[in-house]
């Protein structure tokens, strides 16, 4: 069976600390993995995704991700959060059939 | 590039009434697919298509039917709307380009309220 767990729904940093969105995924079949973001009264978009070529992943607006087989885990950072940041997070697992699993999604909060 | 594009934006329903969502990409994507995103629950599988012509059934179909006669077009449709389907409705595409490794392009949602 596929699911994603994402822990804490509520994330809250200074502006410029670190950000750290994490992701658990349970899957029978070598994953593909997506982290997408949210912005108000919007549709998700891709943040980045990671399919099997290189561990760590580097997406969009500074944020990257590293899947770790070991850990089953996929978790999103940025070194220096930015207002601009304070979104919805949400991490997904895809199968054969391209069916997607989401996580229930963090809400990023950045302070000034 | 308009990507997936959902109407109507927002809609009011009282109960018992029906209405249809309508997605239409121009990316010529082979799967396209309806979620649901209700607070603290993420996003919830409707109904997908694997081609135009097909549908299937996801997590939380119970309620809705949908239709893809064109491969652009993807049709969600509430017979008898209830509270419980007041929601975001969110309509994704993919390719079948990569694989399963094909990401999700979403529409901007539609909002739905029934009363």
């Known amino acids: 069976a596929q699911s994603v767990t994402q822990l804490g729904s509520h994330v809250s940093v200074s502006e410029g600390a670190l950000v750290l969105l994490r992701c658990n995924y349970s899957?029978?079949?070598?994953?593909?993995l997506f982290w997408y973001v949210q912005y108000p009264n919007q549709g998700l978009q891709l943040l980045l995704k990671?399919?099997?070529?290189?561990?760590l992943v580097k997406g969009i607006n500074g944020f990257e991700a590293e899947f770790k087989k070991s850990e089953t885990s996929f978790h999103l950072t940025k070194p220096s959060a930015h207002m601009s940041d304070a979104a919805e997070y949400f991490c997904?697992?895809?199968?054969?059939?391209?069916?997607?699993?989401f996580g229930t999604g963090t809400s990023l909060t950045v302070i000034p | 590039n308009a990507g997936v594009t959902q109407t109507p934006k927002f809609r009011v329903l009282k109960t018992g009434q029906s209405m249809t969502l309508l997605c239409a990409q121009d990316?010529?994507?082979?799967?396209m697919y309806w979620y649901r995103q209700d607070p603290g629950m993420g996003l919830r599988l409707i109904h997908y298509?694997?081609?135009?012509?097909?549908?299937a059934k996801g997590e939380v179909p119970d309620g809705y039917n949908v239709s893809r006669l064109k491969k652009q077009n993807f049709l969600l449709g509430l017979e008898s709307a209830a509270p419980s389907q007041t929601s975001v409705y969110f309509c994704?595409?993919?390719?079948?380009?990569?694989?399963?490794?094909?990401?999700?392009?979403f529409g901007n949602g539609t909002r739905l309220t029934v009363t």
């Open positions: 994704a595409s993919s390719s079948l380009g990569q694989g399963y490794g094909s990401p999700l392009h």
């Open positions: 899957s029978s079949v070598p994953p593909y």
């Open positions: 990671y399919t099997s070529a290189a561990t």
């Open positions: 997904a697992v895809s199968v054969p059939g391209n069916q997607f699993y």
């Open positions: 990316m010529n994507h082979e799967y």
């Open positions: 298509s694997v081609g135009e012509g097909t549908t």
